[in-house]
């Protein structure tokens, strides 16, 4: 296994094994609460929980993080959650592809188009290998592997410090996303790993011509803590540890980006653990919010624990539309039934 391909299984791994979550800082959604509504004046039944994102309509407004791809492990976690998400019409990202430009016979591990033909299906690469010899090609490349409907650019800066072999000059980078967007066929969204997208970043990365944001703020994974557990060296691992909490809090980066736009497609992300906190992200401004860690777990179980987590989270969404009084995410969006308690 090459470097890339250890690392992939390492991540699982950790991420499975190791107490890799935030622990001093949380994602914010704690500070706000729903106002209860005891007479809702809707049949439960009729609640509908559907959405649009990116011109397709989606079944929940849930997203399936990137995750993973590149070796036999991260293929049957790819391949559980794509049949999930074709069965409840999800959105699905997958890992970093940059192991399949590397080594092109793990393209398989992520190719999941088959079986999930009508999902939003979104590809992913580091905005950072932009500085190491990729360009367009390269995504043109991964987005064709997945056949996908939009390329996620994930920007990971801390993560990189932390990563002994990892990949540090990220100068210039917002120019070579400007021109990625303005060449590759599909919508752009650009996404951090945990800790956080404010919103003066938002606003260039919007102007560099991104299609949507995803803010992936701090309060759950820890990418330092990751990083940490695999470092080669002492600094390294120490140095992990000490960022451990390092980031914006996910509440916190979906106020200022929606401040700094109000129309971007925005994807709240980082922590989220429940459908209460997904409806909570909505109702701050959010269009659809993803999970990484709660999906990885189930997936490494069985696909029916996947499903099991889906009608969880369906159901704690549905609750909240019915104990806030409105039958529909439109309508959770617009009203004003949360509340700041401190
Ligand atoms: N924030 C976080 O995520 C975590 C923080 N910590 C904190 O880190 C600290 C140490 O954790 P612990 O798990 O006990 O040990 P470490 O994980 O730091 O130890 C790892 C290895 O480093 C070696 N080592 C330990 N101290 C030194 C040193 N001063 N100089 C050189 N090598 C050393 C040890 O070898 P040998 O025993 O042979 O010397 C050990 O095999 C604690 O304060 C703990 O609370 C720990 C885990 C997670
Ligand atoms: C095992 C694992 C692998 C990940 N790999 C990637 C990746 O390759 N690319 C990426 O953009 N994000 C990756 N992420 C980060 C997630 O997409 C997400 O931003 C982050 O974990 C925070 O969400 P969470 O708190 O719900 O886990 C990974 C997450 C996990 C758990
Ligand atoms: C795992 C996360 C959160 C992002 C990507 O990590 P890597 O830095 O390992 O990804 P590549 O370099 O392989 O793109
Ligand atoms: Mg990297």
């Not at 393209?107 to 290998?129: E, H, M």
């Not at 102007?207 to 820890?222: H, L, M, P, Q, Y």
Request: hydrophobic letters at 40%; aromatic letters at 4%.
């Amino acid at each position: 296994m090459s470097n890339t391909e250890t690392r992939k299984d390492d991540h699982l791994r950790i991420c499975l094994e190791e107490d890799v979550q935030c622990r001093q800082v949380t994602n914010g959604l704690e500070r706000y609460r729903f106002t209860h509504c005891c007479l809702p004046e809707l049949d439960y039944e009729e609640i509908d929980i559907s959405t649009r994102f990116l011109g397709k309509k989606l079944g929940a407004p849930l997203l399936i993080s990137s995750m993973t791809g590149g070796t036999d492990r991260a293929k049957m976690i790819n391949t559980r959650l794509a049949e999930i998400a074709e069965t409840y019409q999800l959105a699905m990202g997958v890992g970093s592809q940059r192991v399949a430009v590397e080594k092109p016979e793990t393209a398989d591990t992520f190719a999941v188009r088959s079986i999930a033909p009508n999902t939003l299906l979104l590809a992913n690469l580091g905005a950072v290998q932009l500085n190491y010899t990729y360009g367009i090609d390269q995504c043109r490349k991964v987005v064709d592997i997945l056949q996908a409907d939009a390329l996620i650019l994930h920007i990971n800066p801390l993560q990189e410090c932390i990563q002994s072999e990892g990949d540090r000059n990220f100068k210039g980078l917002l120019d070579k996303i400007h021109k990625v967007c303005s060449e590759l066929p599909v919508p752009v969204v650009t996404k951090e790993v945990g800790n956080g997208i404010s919103g003066e970043m938002a606003r260039r990365l919007i102007e560099a011509g991104v299609s949507a944001i995803d803010v992936a703020g701090a309060g759950g994974t820890s990418w330092a803590k990751v990083e940490s557990e695999r470092a080669e060296n002492r600094l390294q691992q120490r140095l992990g540890r000490t960022f451990a909490d390092w980031g914006i809090p996910t509440a916190d980066c979906i106020g200022t980006v929606r401040n700094a736009s109000a129309t971007v497609p925005l994807i709240a992300s980082g922590g989220l653990r429940d459908g209460l906190e997904v409806a909570k992200t909505l109702a701050l401004g959010a269009d659809l919010a993803g999970l990484a860690f709660p999906f990885l777990q189930a997936a490494d179980r069985s696909i029916e624990a996947i499903d099991e987590l889906v009608n969880l989270l369906t159901a704690e969404i549905k609750t909240v539309l019915f104990c806030t009084g409105n039958g529909s995410i439109p309508a959770l969006k617009q009203s004003r039934v949360l509340e700041k308690i401190r």
